[in-house]
Structure formats: C-alpha cells, structure tokens
C-alpha cells in the first residue's frame, strides 16, 4: 500500500470520531457563542456571570491550581468507582443465587440509596474522619446502586431455554454463570457503568464540600466564598470535562468487550 493511502486512511480513522460527534461540538460552541454575546450585550458583572473569555483567562492564571486540585478529586471518583461497582456486582452475583438474600438485603440497599448524599457526608466525616476515605465511600455509594439494580436485571435476563440446554448438558453453575448469564448481563452492566462514571465525581465534589480543603468541591467553595465567579466557573468545566472523560472511558471500553445487545440479530 503507498505511503499516501496509508496516511489518508489514518487521517479519516482520526477524523471519524469528530465527524460524528459535529452536532454535538457545534451545539456546544454556539451555547458558548450565545454566552458571550449575552454578557456582552446586557453588561453582566463579572461576579455574577463571566464571559467565556474571562473563564479562559482563569485556566491560564490558575492553571496549576486546577491541576493540583483535579487529582485528588479524579483520585477519589476512580477508587469509589472501582470499589462501588466491585461491591454492587458481587453483591448482585449473590442476589441471583440466592433469593433469600436479595429478599433480605435489597431493601437495605434501597433505604441507603434514599439517602441524600449530601446528609450522609458529615456522618461519615464522623465516622471515618476526615480524609479521603468518605470521599472514596461516598463516590462508591453514589456508583453502586445503578450498577446493583442493572447487573441483578442483566444476570436474570438470560434466555431461559440456553438455560435449560447447559443443564441439560449437565453445565456446573460456575460454567452457567461465565458462559450465559455473565454475557447476557454485559450490556446492562456497561449501562450502569456509564452512569456511574459520572455519578462517582459528583459523588467525590459533594464529599469534599464538607470540611475538605483540597479537591474540585474544595476549591468550588473557596471560588464561590470569594466571588471569584471565573475561577467557580473553571472549576466546573472541569469536573463536567471529568466526567465526560470517564463516561467515554466506560464508552469505549464497551466496545471492546460487548459483541452482542439485546435486540440485535445475526
């Protein structure tokens, strides 16, 4: 193949993705358009509401501020989400084989999730102090019960007669598992994990709202306190590009992994 082809062909692998995600980049840019013509036609205070450009000059003035305190925060989404959805599955595995236990245990992990994230903070800043371990365990609480809900629904959703056929060949529960249940529960799995991706930052900035002085939430709280409305606004690009980020991680990983969706044929 000449070297030209093989560079155009690199050239549209690289481009494709951007091609299409456009309407969404152009969606975004006009939002930002929009933005700033708004501020600057109204004349609105910095304070209240800076323009685009003022957010920018903010990246570039507290650039190593933003990065000192988006690492701890990332830190701790990536722990609470590991450790929530470890939890949430296993806890689903046990669920599916014994349904004494889910009659048990499910409702306790639906009173915990009627919990407001926000109330339970301080209670675990009480119990475990305050370090990063509340912030870890409230960015997997946050994970875990989508994950939980979904893998129970994905694990029970097996075709019953591809069922019926590994007994009948006389599959141990362990093969039933690894070669039928635990496929078909994929794709309910990676849509709880694209959810949680998300949910497990806002987990993290919630958890470090209360008495953290580090941290995306920690440094949304000083911005806020002193007005620096460029600096609040920064640091919330920020965290939302963060949990962009997981969610296209937990995206492609998918990709990787599922070869077959409910619904599809052939």
């Given at each position: ?58 990246f ?30 296993l ?88 070669k ?29 709202w ?39 991680v ?17």
């Open positions: 193949m000449e070297p030209a082809v093989r560079r155009a062909l690199r050239a549209n692998r690289l481009l494709a993705p951007v091609a299409d995600h456009m309407p969404a980049i152009l969606a975004i840019a006009g939002c930002v358009m929009l933005w700033q013509l708004v501020v600057w036609a109204f004349s609105v205070p910095t304070f209240m509401a800076p323009s685009p450009i003022a957010v920018l000059s903010a570039r003035e507290n650039g190593v501020i933003l990065w000192n305190n988006l690492l701890p925060t990332l830190l701790e989404a990536a722990l609470g989400f590991v450790s929530g959805n470890l939890v949430a599955i806890l689903a595995v046990w669920f599916v084989y014994s349904p004494l236990a889910e009659r048990a245990f499910y409702p306790i992990a639906v009173i915990i999730k009627s919990i407001p994230i926000i109330a339970l903070a301080p209670i675990l800043v009480l119990l475990v102090g305050n370090g990063i371990a509340p912030k870890i365990i409230i960015a997997g609480l946050i994970s875990f019960f989508p994950t939980l809900v979904n893998m129970v629904q994905g694990l029970k959703s097996a075709s019953p007669a591809m069922l019926d056929l590994m007994r009948v060949l006389s599959a141990s529960n362990a093969e039933i598992f690894w039928v249940r635990l496929p078909a529960s994929l794709p309910f799995l990676f849509a709880a994990l694209k959810i949680a991706a998300t949910s497990s930052v806002m987990g993290a900035i919630v958890a470090e209360i008495g953290s002085s580090y941290g995306l939430g920690a440094l949304i709280i000083e911005a806020t306190y002193n007005f620096r409305s460029p600096l609040l606004y920064a640091t919330v690009v920020i965290a939302a590009a963060l949990a962009v980020i997981l969610f296209f937990v995206a492609i990983v998918e990709k990787k992994v599922v070869r077959w969706k409910p619904g599809n044929h052939g």
